[in-house]
């Protein structure tokens, strides 16, 4: 049976726009986090596909790309699932073109490899740009239209793109997928559904109790909705992960709401110490000095919050691409 033929599609990485080596792309320590278990999606579907490259697998799980590169280059025979490691390999070494070069070699040798299209997707949807990665995952999807993963980083692109009712449509078929829970709870709140970011939380915690994210997401969903047990909920989370800024913030929002301004100061300047570019925390931190009545202190921070938000509203880098024939 023949293979599907491929319409012209995103190909070709020339360099990053606006400059830039395309290290440090300005993720915080959580949106890493939330990348890698994406890539396990993939390592699982290439490792079901291809268990003779497990091995090399591991190098690329374990960060040793150019280890992983090397045994690859020793391997005379390269199957579609050799350029999909290599693939990743280049991803990890911050050279986008090479890794999507060989992602779209893959994609010539087998158009049905599924680990080959997640991974072109994800290319681009790590690193700002996500309208490619759309259109990647929208030929992915007709090929494969059953794949999780495919249908997962689709509504991951709509996310960044804030087409939220589809990434909301899209996102909910893929629970209860753990990184669909990241996503899909993120949709609820940042559209004020914080009923039903509620009930997704606790049916996450329900199967990953000692998971950290879940604990933190019912907090905000609880916090929306103007409960009390907010708090209990965002300090279990913290428990689990004592490092996870963003619990931090949201306990410190609490904290000032509640009068309580030595400990909302103390949560803020945990979650600034933490991650150091987080607005919103630098933001409540000049209100709660404010009201403290440390003026000097809440002006410095308003600076501060003056010139990240100027840093945030300048052109991010991302990929400069172009259509072609494969």
């Given at each position: 049976?023949?293979a599907?033929?491929?319409r012209?599609?995103?190909?070709r990485?020339a360099?990053l726009a606006?400059?830039?080596?395309?290290?440090?792309?300005g993720?915080?320590?959580?949106?890493?986090?939330?990348?890698i278990?994406?890539?396990?999606?993939?390592?699982?579907?290439?490792?079901?596909?291809?268990?003779?490259?497990?091995a090399?697998e591991?190098?690329?799980?374990a960060?040793?790309?150019?280890?992983?590169?090397?045994?690859l280059e020793?391997?005379?025979?390269?199957?579609?699932?050799?350029?999909?490691?290599?693939s990743?390999?280049?991803?990890?070494?911050?050279?986008?073109?090479?890794?999507?070069?060989?992602a779209?070699t893959?994609?010539?040798?087998?158009?049905?490899n599924?680990a080959a299209h997640?991974q072109?997707?994800?290319?681009?949807l790590?690193?700002n740009?996500?309208?490619a990665?759309?259109?990647?995952?929208?030929?992915?999807?007709?090929?494969?239209?059953?794949s999780?993963?495919?249908?997962?980083g689709m509504?991951?692109a709509?996310?960044?793109?804030q087409?939220?009712?589809?990434?909301?449509?899209?996102?909910?078929?893929?629970?209860p997928?753990?990184?669909?829970?990241?996503?899909?709870?993120?949709v609820?709140?940042?559209?004020?559904?914080?009923?039903?970011?509620?009930?997704?939380?606790?049916?996450?915690?329900?199967?990953?109790?000692?998971?950290?994210?879940g604990?933190?997401f019912l907090?905000?969903a609880?916090?929306?909705?103007?409960?009390?047990?907010?708090?209990?909920?965002?300090?279990?989370?913290?428990?689990l992960n004592?490092?996870?800024?963003a619990?931090?913030?949201?306990?410190?929002?609490?904290?000032?709401r509640?009068?309580a301004?030595?400990?909302?100061?103390?949560s803020?300047?945990?979650?600034?110490?933490?991650?150091?570019?987080?607005?919103q925390?630098?933001?409540?931190?000049?209100?709660a000095?404010?009201?403290?009545?440390?003026?000097?202190?809440?002006?410095?921070?308003?600076?501060?919050v003056r010139e990240l938000?100027?840093k945030?509203?300048?052109?991010?880098?991302?990929?400069l691409?172009h259509?072609?024939?494969?």
């Amino acid at each position: 049976m023949m293979a599907p033929r491929m319409r012209p599609v995103l190909r070709r990485v020339a360099l990053l726009a606006y400059g830039g080596s395309g290290k440090g792309w300005g993720q915080s320590k959580e949106q890493r986090e939330h990348m890698i278990r994406y890539h396990l999606v993939l390592w699982l579907a290439l490792l079901l596909a291809a268990p003779d490259f497990s091995a090399i697998e591991r190098r690329i799980t374990a960060g040793d790309f150019r280890d992983a590169l090397a045994q690859l280059e020793l391997r005379k025979e390269r199957p579609a699932a050799w350029f999909v490691l290599a693939s990743k390999a280049y991803d990890g070494l911050d050279d986008p073109a090479k890794a999507v070069s060989a992602a779209e070699t893959a994609l010539r040798l087998e158009p049905r490899n599924e680990a080959a299209h997640v991974q072109l997707g994800y290319i681009f949807l790590a690193r700002n740009t996500p309208a490619a990665a759309v259109d990647i995952f929208s030929e992915a999807e007709r090929i494969l239209p059953q794949s999780l993963p495919v249908r997962l980083g689709m509504g991951l692109a709509l996310k960044e793109l804030q087409r939220f009712d589809e990434a909301e449509k899209i996102l909910s078929s893929c629970w209860p997928h753990p990184l669909a829970f990241d996503a899909l709870a993120t949709v609820y709140l940042l559209r004020s559904k914080f009923a039903p970011a509620k009930a997704l939380a606790i049916q996450f915690i329900a199967s990953n109790p000692a998971d950290y994210r879940g604990h933190y997401f019912l907090a905000a969903a609880k916090d929306g909705l103007q409960e009390q047990e907010a708090v209990d909920s965002v300090r279990h989370s913290l428990t689990l992960n004592s490092r996870f800024a963003a619990a931090h913030a949201l306990l410190g929002k609490i904290q000032l709401r509640e009068g309580a301004l030595a400990e909302a100061i103390a949560s803020f300047r945990t979650a600034i110490g933490l991650r150091p570019d987080l607005t919103q925390a630098h933001l409540q931190l000049a209100q709660a000095l404010q009201r403290a009545g440390r003026a000097s202190e809440a002006s410095r921070e308003f600076d501060i919050v003056r010139e990240l938000k100027k840093k945030e509203a300048e052109p991010k880098p991302s990929l400069l691409f172009h259509r072609g024939n494969r």
